[in-house]
């Protein structure tokens, strides 16, 4: 059984609205791959992605979403400021299909996420 992960680095989404980032997350994960951010997303991002794979549970066997993310959470304002700066405001993000992770183990510094067919 194969499981296939796709690596997004934090330049390739940066470029995007975050409405084409959203679209292109849930295109790949409706694909049965397991997206791995460079930095994560928003709240509002996550919010959003939530409100779009609700929308979407049930239609073509999709049956929804899991999500992990390493790091910590700024405010909008502190975001800007690090960006600008050149920083990364969020961790690292893993994103997968619901019928396809069996478990995720969380800790402040490792996350350890399980997949299998």
Do not use: C, Y
């Not at 694909?31 to 919010?47: A, D, F, M, P, S």
């Amino acid at each position: 059984m194969k499981v296939e992960l796709e690596f997004l680095s934090s330049k390739a989404v940066q470029r995007l609205q975050p409405e084409e980032k959203l679209a292109l997350i849930l295109k790949s994960v409706r694909k049965n791959k397991i997206i791995v951010l460079e930095e994560g997303l928003t709240r509002e991002e996550e919010r959003e992605l939530f409100t779009r794979v609700m929308k979407e549970i049930g239609k073509g066997g999709f049956t929804g979403i899991e999500i992990a993310s390493l790091g910590g959470d700024v405010d909008a304002f502190r975001a800007g400021i690090i960006r600008f700066l050149g920083g990364k405001s969020h961790g690292l993000t893993i994103i997968g299909p619901e019928k396809l992770v069996r478990e995720i183990k969380r800790d402040p510094e490792r996350i350890g996420f399980v997949a299998s067919k």
